[in-house]
């Protein structure tokens, strides 16, 4: 009697931890789906919100409609200008990168360069605060780059203009500083080419626009026009 009893108690033991063993492994299985759930959803959420948030984003407006219309930013005829020997062949590039070159002109169009541009499709607009050298962007003009200048005196709204033109602009396209010098004639903004100039009093993405079209890429004189 007391052989049976011993046995069936070890069966009831037995038979909880397997109840036991099964609660548990059912709590497991419901805990694991409702994580799964809930990070589905905010993975569902997360991509509906950027997606939202991307299509809110406000599109940057037409370089063209930025500051104001070509024929009122008191713009000078554009010019085309002779190319210095020192511009071409094995002497084009400094020695070394940061070498300093004086150009003849303020800002130049061509001329000796550093041998390394300024990168491409990191920005459009440089700051005084960013410092580039122009030697680098007198690369970037042999790239077949349109550069626009601006000198020490260009503050304010004509500065955030120039930041707005260069989050409109396509291709090949650069803003960058002037700090040597103040530009001649009361023209402080400066559209540039390899070999062509154009100076204005006002920033106008439709002058910037239209001078792309005449000289920039495989329009102007740039020697290197498939260049990155």
């Not at 033109?165 to 080419?193: C, M, N, Q, Y």
């Amino acid at each position: 009697m007391a052989k049976r009893n011993a046995e069936s108690d070890r069966r009831r033991l037995i038979e909880e931890q397997r109840r036991k063993a099964r609660a548990s492994e059912r709590r497991k299985t419901i805990l694991t789906i409702g994580i799964s759930a809930v990070v589905g959803l905010a993975l569902i959420g997360g991509s509906i919100y950027f997606s939202v948030k991307s299509k809110n984003k406000a599109k940057p407006a037409a370089l063209t409609s930025i500051g104001v219309p070509a024929e009122q930013a008191g713009c000078l005829p554009a010019k085309s200008e002779t190319i210095p020997t020192d511009a071409t062949g094995g002497a084009k590039h400094t020695a070394r990168d940061g070498d300093h070159v004086d150009y003849a002109q303020s800002p130049p169009t061509s001329g000796r360069h550093n041998p390394t541009p300024l990168q491409v499709g990191v920005k459009k607009f440089y700051s005084r605060e960013d410092n580039p050298p122009p030697e680098r962007a007198v690369h970037n003009l042999e790239h077949a780059y349109v550069v626009v200048w601006y000198d020490k005196t260009v503050t304010g709204e004509q500065l955030t203009l120039l930041q707005e033109a260069g989050d409109s602009a396509e291709g090949k396209f650069l803003i960058v500083p002037w700090t040597r010098t103040d530009f001649p004639d009361d023209k402080h903004i400066v559209i540039t080419a390899w070999g062509e100039r154009q100076q204005c009093s006002d920033v106008s993405g439709a002058a910037f626009e239209d001078f792309m079209k005449k000289y920039g890429g495989q329009a102007g004189r740039a020697p290197e026009k498939n260049a990155i």
